[in-house]
Protein backbone atom coordinates (compact mmCIF):
# COMPACT_ATOMS: atom_id res chain seq x y z
CA UNK A 1 0.00 0.00 0.00
CA UNK A 2 1.30 3.84 -0.85
CA UNK A 3 1.26 6.06 1.76
CA UNK A 4 0.92 9.82 0.72
CA UNK A 5 1.77 13.03 1.98
CA UNK A 6 0.94 16.50 0.69
CA UNK A 7 2.88 19.73 0.98
CA UNK A 8 3.22 23.17 -0.62
CA UNK A 9 -0.07 24.61 -0.17
CA UNK A 10 -0.54 28.59 1.34
CA UNK A 11 -2.22 32.00 0.96
CA UNK A 12 -1.29 33.50 -2.17
CA UNK A 13 -3.08 36.27 -4.32
CA UNK A 14 -4.59 35.37 -7.30
CA UNK A 15 -2.47 35.53 -10.45
CA UNK A 16 0.14 34.17 -8.26
CA UNK A 17 1.81 30.39 -8.51
CA UNK A 18 2.54 27.40 -6.36
CA UNK A 19 3.94 23.56 -7.02
CA UNK A 20 2.21 21.55 -4.49
CA UNK A 21 4.14 17.91 -4.06
CA UNK A 22 2.74 14.61 -2.69
CA UNK A 23 5.37 11.96 -1.08
CA UNK A 24 4.98 8.82 -1.43
CA UNK A 25 6.52 5.82 0.69
CA UNK A 26 6.16 1.87 -0.64
CA UNK A 27 8.31 0.33 -3.05
CA UNK A 28 5.54 0.16 -5.97
CA UNK A 29 4.91 3.86 -6.01
CA UNK A 30 6.81 3.80 -9.38
CA UNK A 31 4.08 1.59 -10.85
CA UNK A 32 0.78 3.65 -9.81
CA UNK A 33 -1.12 5.96 -11.79
CA UNK A 34 -1.22 9.12 -9.86
CA UNK A 35 -3.71 11.68 -9.63
CA UNK A 36 -4.15 15.19 -7.71
CA UNK A 37 -7.96 15.84 -6.69
CA UNK A 38 -9.68 19.21 -4.32
CA UNK A 39 -12.29 19.52 -2.13
CA UNK A 40 -13.30 23.17 -1.69
CA UNK A 41 -15.65 23.78 1.34
CA UNK A 42 -19.27 22.01 0.84
CA UNK A 43 -18.55 21.00 -2.15
CA UNK A 44 -17.45 17.07 -3.24
CA UNK A 45 -13.95 16.30 -3.74
CA UNK A 46 -13.07 16.65 -7.61
CA UNK A 47 -10.88 15.25 -9.94
CA UNK A 48 -7.65 17.73 -11.13
CA UNK A 49 -4.98 15.41 -13.06
CA UNK A 50 -3.53 12.53 -13.55
CA UNK A 51 -0.08 10.92 -14.84
CA UNK A 52 0.70 7.74 -15.98
CA UNK A 53 3.46 5.46 -13.67
CA UNK A 54 6.14 6.66 -16.03
CA UNK A 55 5.17 10.24 -16.51
CA UNK A 56 4.87 10.21 -19.83
CA UNK A 57 0.85 10.39 -20.54
CA UNK A 58 -1.51 13.27 -18.54
CA UNK A 59 -4.53 13.72 -17.97
CA UNK A 60 -6.59 16.72 -16.72
CA UNK A 61 -10.03 18.42 -15.75
CA UNK A 62 -11.18 20.19 -18.55
CA UNK A 63 -11.56 23.49 -16.96
CA UNK A 64 -8.13 23.65 -15.93
CA UNK A 65 -5.69 22.64 -18.78
CA UNK A 66 -3.18 25.10 -19.47
CA UNK A 67 -2.98 26.24 -15.78
CA UNK A 68 -2.22 23.30 -13.74
CA UNK A 69 0.78 20.84 -14.62
CA UNK A 70 1.28 17.52 -13.47
CA UNK A 71 4.57 15.74 -13.28
CA UNK A 72 6.23 13.20 -11.12
CA UNK A 73 9.96 12.56 -10.25
CA UNK A 74 10.10 8.65 -9.61
CA UNK A 75 13.27 8.73 -8.06
CA UNK A 76 11.77 11.30 -4.95
CA UNK A 77 8.87 9.11 -5.32
CA UNK A 78 7.53 12.78 -5.25
CA UNK A 79 4.42 13.79 -7.31
CA UNK A 80 3.75 17.50 -7.85
CA UNK A 81 0.95 20.21 -9.18
CA UNK A 82 2.07 23.11 -10.80
CA UNK A 83 -0.96 25.62 -10.44
CA UNK A 84 -0.25 28.65 -12.39
CA UNK A 85 -2.31 32.15 -12.56
CA UNK A 86 -4.18 30.75 -9.32
CA UNK A 87 -7.74 31.92 -9.13
CA UNK A 88 -10.16 32.66 -5.65
CA UNK A 89 -12.11 29.43 -7.03
CA UNK A 90 -8.84 28.00 -7.39
CA UNK A 91 -9.33 27.65 -3.12
CA UNK A 92 -9.19 24.19 -1.92
CA UNK A 93 -7.99 21.48 0.12
CA UNK A 94 -5.82 19.15 -2.50
CA UNK A 95 -5.18 15.62 -2.16
CA UNK A 96 -3.30 12.95 -3.88
CA UNK A 97 -4.29 9.95 -4.93
CA UNK A 98 -2.50 6.10 -6.15
CA UNK A 99 -3.96 4.32 -8.44
CA UNK A 100 -6.68 3.66 -11.12
CA UNK A 101 -5.90 4.80 -14.80
CA UNK A 102 -4.75 8.36 -16.67
CA UNK A 103 -8.18 9.71 -17.02
CA UNK A 104 -10.75 11.42 -15.17
CA UNK A 105 -11.64 9.58 -12.29
CA UNK A 106 -14.25 9.81 -9.48
CA UNK A 107 -12.79 10.46 -5.35
CA UNK A 108 -14.89 7.14 -4.48
CA UNK A 109 -12.27 5.09 -6.70
CA UNK A 110 -9.64 5.41 -4.02
CA UNK A 111 -9.71 4.37 -0.48
CA UNK A 112 -6.44 6.04 0.77
CA UNK A 113 -5.85 8.92 1.08
CA UNK A 114 -3.14 12.17 2.73
CA UNK A 115 -4.11 14.22 4.94
CA UNK A 116 -3.97 17.07 2.08
CA UNK A 117 -2.94 20.41 1.88
CA UNK A 118 -4.82 23.76 2.25
CA UNK A 119 -4.65 26.46 -0.83
CA UNK A 120 -6.57 29.55 -0.57
CA UNK A 121 -6.13 32.44 -3.05
CA UNK A 122 -7.16 35.84 -1.83
CA UNK A 123 -8.57 38.43 -4.59
Known amino acids: QVQLVESGGGLVQAGGSLRLSCAAS????????MHWFRQAPGKEREFVAA????????YYRDSEKGRFTIARDKAKNTVYLQINSLKPEDTAVYYC????????????????WGQGTQVTVSS
Open 97 to 112: AAGGVVSQAAASSFAS
Open 26 to 33: GRTFSSYV
Open 51 to 58: ISWSGGRT
